[in-house]
């Protein structure tokens, strides 16, 4: 075990170059901003009137995940900060294995999906309400409701369809690295992530598109 966790030259290399301190104090400034406006988006969801309950469920639920998302990094950041500057001389400390990065990296995977999922959920969400002249408010809540159900369910077995039949024997500097068995069914899924994104993109501005000619006719 402890050769699977020891750090090559390469590894002790990464540590110490400036490129990767760089990063992680970039990283460790995106999860304050997360926090900061994830405070301010839950006071304007909460007090603004534009929103439907329908479309608040979701948006929390996507606001979570991203504080759940920026929480895990964190922890991984701190240690990587502390390894990077007291564990340098404990080579054998730097690395860990894939096997105890399992509940973490699962952290990591679900958090991404639910957002990526939410976020379509809400666009679909947003599209009966915006072309389905017969959705009321009741319809949309329980339309938003199993979205809601949906993207739990799904995005919390992503983690293990990823990696459901790798045998985590390897090892990684952070939990949020890739098993190495993993990286092609890993691939597909962030291909997968990004037709989503387009597709949501896209179905955004068909809704204001349409929003906007309705508003001026």
Same mark, same amino acid.
């Given at each position: 075990?402890?050769?699977?966790?020891?750090?090559?030259?390469?590894?002790?290399?990464?540590?110490?170059?400036?490129?990767?301190?760089?990063?992680?104090?970039?990283?460790?400034?995106?999860?304050?901003?997360?926090?900061?406006?994830?405070?301010?988006?839950?006071?304007?969801?909460?007090?603004?009137?534009?929103?439907?309950?329908?479309?608040?469920?979701?948006?929390?639920?996507?606001?979570?995940?991203?504080?759940?998302?920026?929480?895990?990094?964190?922890?991984?950041?701190?240690?990587?900060?502390?390894?990077? &500057?007291? !564990?340098?001389?404990?080579?054998?400390? =730097? #690395? +860990?294995?894939?096997?105890?990065? @399992?509940?973490?990296?699962? $952290?990591?995977?679900?958090?991404?999906?639910?957002?990526?999922?939410?976020?379509?959920?809400?666009?679909?969400?947003?599209?009966?309400?915006? &072309?389905? !002249?017969?959705?009321?408010?009741?319809? =949309? #809540? +329980?339309?938003?409701?199993?979205? @809601?159900?949906?993207?739990? $369910?799904?995005?919390?077995?992503?983690?293990?369809?990823?990696?459901?039949?790798?045998?985590?024997?390897?090892?990684?500097?952070?939990?949020?690295?890739?098993?190495?068995?993993?990286?092609?069914?890993?691939?597909?899924?962030?291909?997968?992530?990004?037709?989503?994104?387009?597709?949501?993109?896209?179905?955004?501005?068909?809704?204001?598109?349409?929003?906007?000619?309705?508003?001026?006719?």
């Amino acid at each position: 075990m402890s050769n699977l966790t020891c750090g090559s030259r390469i590894d002790i290399e990464r540590f110490t170059s400036y490129n990767f301190i760089f990063s992680l104090i970039v990283g460790s400034s995106a999860v304050v901003s997360t926090y900061v406006s994830t405070v301010l988006a839950i006071y304007a969801i909460a007090k603004r009137s534009i929103f439907e309950m329908s479309t608040k469920l979701l948006l929390y639920q996507i606001l979570f995940n991203a504080v759940l998302y920026q929480t895990a990094y964190l922890y991984e950041v701190i240690q990587l900060f502390y390894k990077a &500057f007291f !564990k340098l001389d404990e080579p054998c400390e =730097l #690395l +860990k294995t894939e096997e105890s990065c @399992f509940l973490h990296f699962n $952290v990591f995977i679900i958090s991404t999906s639910a957002m990526i999922y939410g976020k379509t959920g809400l666009m679909l969400e947003r599209a009966c309400a915006t &072309f389905l !002249k017969s959705c009321n408010k009741s319809i =949309l #809540l +329980k339309i938003s409701i199993a979205i @809601f159900i949906c993207v739990f $369910v799904l995005s919390s077995q992503t983690g293990l369809m990823l990696t459901w039949d790798d045998t985590l024997n390897g090892s990684a500097y952070a939990c949020y690295v890739v098993p190495k068995k993993s990286v092609t069914r890993a691939t597909r899924f962030f291909v997968v992530c990004t037709i989503l994104i387009l597709m949501n993109m896209l179905l955004l501005c068909l809704i204001v598109r349409h929003n906007k000619r309705f508003q001026y006719a």
